[in-house]
């Protein structure tokens, strides 16, 4: 154990410092992309007619390479953490929109007559029957998107080491220590299986009702 | 427009478009990458997934490996296999093939097991092999979903072969490297105009194989 977790000042940060950094520039977006697609993927439930050009248009924007989008960013935002978390909001926005969709539009039309019936308004009725009824298929792509997201935060290391754990590599490598690559790269990993671990317990939190025991309702709700 | 300035630039400048360092010799060397890691990755993924699909068991086990394979960094994992193995493919093929490979496996393992049972069952009935059964009925019906995994994944392959370039491969990710080091912005934005631009012609790639590998039944019924 001894020394395994020190790190050389030029990180400008402890260990739990980096953990700290990554988990934040990893999951803020994600947070940003969930806040904006609730309203896209409601717009795209309510016209039908738009969901085809916006799930070719987040299509479109996910094949654009993380580290491009980073090093055009850098025009405008600097190299800064900004530059790494917009990439990572937009990629986030791009996998939960189709998750949304897919989840709203999977409420049984019998259940919606049934919550109109008990006298809910719209928005009750879209916070407390629709949104329950989606979080498996919501959940899903929020796992996509937070793991995703941690494993590309090391990227921001080669603009300007915002990578956070990842900074430990380009350190790892030109000191030849490779004590820090292992680091680095283990800790992302159990970071991102501890956050997917956490939101599989979340939704089963969330959602009581729900079979348990390896039986799955939804089939087509990780397509991705 | 800064950007599109400086991409002008970089296009414009006849200096980028021979030599060792010109935008074809890059651009092969991407290619050369994408493809032998899509290839291993479609390899190991594909069978897998289908014969998982077919059989409808193992379900848990390879999404369980799908979710360890997603959590590995990848480009943590190129620096890590670049210290372990130094200069060369195989630190570049390991990320791209762990990145490519839960995709295909998990949309080929899902496309299979959701097809409708009952064409299946009318095939076995009418004395197909099971081979007979996964290749002439459950596949073709399957195919644009398990399309849909060989594009992200092929998608993904071509953005992160950028990363080979930080431990001294070439490919396209070169111009954003050592644009970076050079504080060359233009060449920075050039290189990741060539990726992107490649991403999006892969795209197009799987949307033309779709419009013409599937059959004109399944995507009607779609």
Same mark, same amino acid.
């Given at each position: 154990?001894?020394?395994?977790?020190?790190?050389?000042?030029?990180?400008?940060?402890?260990?739990?410092?980096?953990?700290?950094?990554?988990?934040?520039?990893?999951?803020?977006?994600?947070?940003?992309?969930?806040?904006?697609?609730?309203?896209?993927?409601?717009?795209?439930?309510?016209?039908?007619?738009?969901?085809?050009?916006?799930?070719?248009?987040?299509?479109?924007?996910?094949?654009?390479?993380?580290?491009?989008?980073?090093?055009?960013?850098?025009?405008?935002?600097?190299?800064?953490?900004?530059?790494?978390?917009?990439?990572?909001?937009?990629?986030?926005?791009?996998?939960?929109?189709?998750?949304?969709?897919? @989840?709203?539009?999977?409420?049984?039309?019998?259940?919606?007559?049934?919550?109109?019936?008990?006298?809910?308004?719209?928005?009750?009725?879209?916070?407390?029957?629709?949104?329950?009824?989606?979080?498996?298929?919501?959940?899903?792509?929020?796992?996509?998107?937070?793991?995703?997201?941690?494993?590309?935060?090391?990227? @921001?290391?080669?603009?300007?080491?915002? @990578?956070?754990? @990842?900074?430990?590599?380009?350190?790892?490598?030109?000191?030849?220590?490779?004590?820090?690559?292992?680091?680095?790269?283990?800790?992302?990993?159990?970071?991102?299986?501890?956050?997917?671990?956490l939101l599989v317990l979340a939704l089963r939190l969330l959602t009581p009702w729900m079979p348990r025991g390896g039986a799955r309702p939804a089939r087509k709700a990780a397509a991705r | 427009m800064n950007v599109l300035h400086f991409v002008g630039a970089f296009f414009g400048d006849g200096a980028h478009w021979h030599g060792y360092d010109g935008i074809p010799t890059r651009l092969l060397e991407h290619l050369r990458y994408s493809l032998v890691a899509f290839a291993i990755a479609a390899a190991v993924g594909l069978p897998a997934g289908l014969l998982t699909g077919h059989t409808g068991r193992g379900g848990n086990v390879l999404a369980f490996l799908a979710t360890a394979a997603r959590a590995l960094p990848s480009f943590g994992l190129l620096v890590l296999m670049f210290v372990l193995f130094g200069f060369g493919l195989v630190p570049v093929m390991v990320p791209l093939v762990v990145l490519a490979v839960p995709p295909i496996?998990?949309?080929?393992?899902?496309?299979?097991?959701?097809?409708?049972?009952?064409?299946?069952?009318?095939?076995?009935?009418?004395?197909?092999?099971?081979?007979?059964?996964?290749?002439?009925?459950?596949?073709?019906?399957?195919?644009?979903?398990?399309?849909?995994?060989?594009?992200?994944?092929?998608?993904?392959?071509?953005?992160?072969?950028?990363?080979?370039?930080?431990?001294?491969?070439?490919?396209?990710?070169?111009?954003?490297?050592?644009?970076?080091?050079?504080?060359?912005?233009?060449?920075?934005?050039?290189?990741?105009?060539?990726?992107?631009?490649?991403?999006?012609?892969?795209?197009?790639?799987?949307?033309?194989?779709?419009?013409?590998?599937?059959?004109?039944?399944?995507?009607?019924?779609?």
């Amino acid at each position: 154990m001894n020394g395994l977790f020190d790190l050389p000042s030029d990180l400008q940060h402890s260990y739990p410092g980096l953990v700290g950094l990554h988990l934040r520039e990893a999951l803020i977006p994600v947070a940003a992309g969930l806040l904006l697609a609730l309203p896209v993927a409601q717009l795209c439930v309510r016209l039908r007619w738009l969901y085809a050009p916006v799930l070719g248009l987040t299509t479109v924007l996910y094949a654009i390479p993380s580290l491009a989008f980073f090093v055009v960013l850098i025009d405008y935002t600097g190299q800064t953490e900004t530059t790494v978390m917009i990439p990572l909001a937009v990629y986030s926005l791009v996998v939960l929109v189709p998750a949304i969709v897919d @989840g709203v539009r999977s409420v049984p039309q019998e259940t919606l007559d049934a919550a109109t019936g008990m006298g809910l308004g719209a928005v009750r009725r879209y916070f407390q029957v629709q949104l329950p009824i989606a979080a498996p298929a919501i959940v899903a792509g929020l796992r996509v998107a937070c793991v995703s997201s941690i494993s590309l935060v090391s990227v @921001g290391m080669l603009i300007g080491n915002q @990578g956070a754990l @990842g900074n430990m590599l380009y350190t790892g490598m030109t000191y030849g220590r490779p004590r820090l690559i292992w680091l680095s790269v283990i800790s992302t990993a159990v970071l991102a299986v501890a956050v997917d671990a956490l939101l599989v317990l979340a939704l089963r939190l969330l959602t009581p009702w729900m079979p348990r025991g390896g039986a799955r309702p939804a089939r087509k709700a990780a397509a991705r | 427009m800064n950007v599109l300035h400086f991409v002008g630039a970089f296009f414009g400048d006849g200096a980028h478009w021979h030599g060792y360092d010109g935008i074809p010799t890059r651009l092969l060397e991407h290619l050369r990458y994408s493809l032998v890691a899509f290839a291993i990755a479609a390899a190991v993924g594909l069978p897998a997934g289908l014969l998982t699909g077919h059989t409808g068991r193992g379900g848990n086990v390879l999404a369980f490996l799908a979710t360890a394979a997603r959590a590995l960094p990848s480009f943590g994992l190129l620096v890590l296999m670049f210290v372990l193995f130094g200069f060369g493919l195989v630190p570049v093929m390991v990320p791209l093939v762990v990145l490519a490979v839960p995709p295909i496996l998990v949309t080929a393992y899902e496309a299979v097991r959701s097809v409708d049972p009952s064409p299946v069952d009318a095939a076995r009935g009418m004395g197909m092999s099971e081979s007979r059964v996964l290749f002439q009925v459950e596949l073709p019906v399957a195919l644009p979903v398990v399309l849909g995994g060989l594009r992200s994944a092929a998608v993904q392959i071509v953005s992160t072969a950028t990363i080979a370039a930080y431990v001294s491969l070439g490919g396209l990710g070169r111009y954003i490297i050592d644009g970076l080091y050079q504080h060359d912005y233009e060449k920075v934005v050039g290189g990741a105009t060539l990726v992107a631009a490649l991403a999006l012609a892969t795209l197009a790639l799987f949307w033309a194989a779709g419009r013409l590998a599937v059959s004109p039944g399944v995507r009607r019924a779609r």
